[in-house]
């Protein structure tokens, strides 16, 4: 068995654990959403995201993910990727979190096949971010590569979006692990959610 393939079931088999894991109870709807700054990365350029400042021109859609270049991660940074102009049409904001490395980031938010370079992602190593979100994250196990080959060494946290209005409340909170959703319905769901928001109706 090659190094790749001994990776790729690895992660699977990590992220089947995640999945029969109960599922922490996340902050939802109506709770004040924890503000936080972090380094961030768009096409490749490091700066500082600040959740109060982006909260100023809108909403926010802040999606955390297990890790950059694997499977289900990939799609729905395509996806948003894709559909960035729509979010921008409805005024809101799109930063995804994990636990990647910045220098990680720094390739996943330039490629063209995911990010694209339309949207930042920011570095959460210590899950600090995640934790005030009540997420927990899972440890990475040893051997375990992305779908580059790529040795992934940090915690994963489940795939969860926050959708926070301009006043800085929780108006939705997606999961994969209780919602069942596919990594591209965070996407659909979260921008029905912020249309809905411009139109001034209830979520």
């Given at each position: ?37 972090a380094q961030a990365s768009q096409a490749g350029k490091e700066f500082t995201f600040s959740l109060a400042d982006a ?47 910045i220098e990680r980031l720094d390739a996943f938010s330039a490629d063209p096949k995911y990010c694209a370079g339309k ?85």
């Open positions: 068995m090659n190094k790749r393939l001994a990776g790729s079931m690895a992660l699977g088999a990590l992220i089947a654990l995640a999945s029969a894991t109960p599922a922490v109870a996340a902050l939802g709807p109506g709770a004040t959403a924890p503000t936080f700054t909260l100023k021109k809108g909403p926010v859609v802040v999606y955390f993910y297990p890790s950059a270049y694997t499977g289900g991660c990939d799609l729905e940074a395509h996806t948003f990727a894709v559909n960035r102009d729509k979010f921008d049409a409805a005024g809101a904001t799109i930063i995804g979190v994990s636990a990647d490395s949207f930042p992602v920011a570095s959460d190593a210590d899950v600090k971010v995640a934790l005030s979100y009540d997420l927990k994250a899972i440890a990475a196990q040893p051997g375990m590569n992305d779908v580059r080959g790529v040795a992934i060494d940090h915690a994963f946290i489940p795939r969860t979006t926050f959708v926070i209005d301009s006043h800085g409340k929780i108006v939705a909170a997606l999961s994969s692990e209780t919602d069942h959703l596919r990594p591209d319905e965070h996407v659909k769901r979260s921008l029905a959610i912020v249309q809905h928001l411009q139109a001034g109706k209830t979520p």
